[in-house]
Nanobody
Framework: QVQLEESGGGLVQPGGSLRLSCAASGRTFSRYAMAWFRQAPGKEREFVAAISWSGGSTYYKDSVKGRFTISRDNAKNTVYLQMNSVRPEDTAVYYC????????????????WGQGTQVTVSS
């Protein structure tokens, strides 16, 4: 079992930066691939970024490549999403998710989810 809690959301101006954190409970955090998803009002939840259990492999949605960076610290049971050069279209509730084995970009393949943190990009 893994419990996840996101933090770090808020209001940010276009072009600004924000770092989201996701703290995980449980001793086996390092066995899980982790991912960030987001959901804007009236839209389906979509994949943003994922990272392997070791942190050695990452994968991004095309529209965030070069702007967002996913990382993890297994000693702290935490995964991060550094968001740079944010745009109004990045506005959404951001969720972290966990699954055993390798990461995927499919919402339905993740077993554990946090409650989400709101990110609003606006001037």
């Amino acid at each position: 079992q893994v419990q996840l809690e996101e933090s770090g959301g808020g209001l940010v101006q276009p072009g600004g930066s924000l770092r989201l954190s996701c703290a995980a409970s449980g001793r086996t955090f390092s066995r899980y691939a982790m991912a960030w998803f987001r959901q804007a009002p009236g839209k389906e939840r979509e994949f943003v970024a994922a990272i392997s259990w070791s942190g050695g492999s990452t994968y991004y949605k095309d529209s965030v490549k070069g702007r967002f960076t996913i990382s993890r610290d297994n000693a702290k049971n935490t995964v991060y999403l550094q968001m740079n050069s944010v745009r109004p279209e990045d506005t959404a509730v951001y969720y972290c998710a966990a699954r055993q084995n390798h990461y995927t970009d499919a919402v339905t393949s993740y077993n554990y989810w946090g409650q989400g943190t709101q990110v609003t990009v606006s001037s």
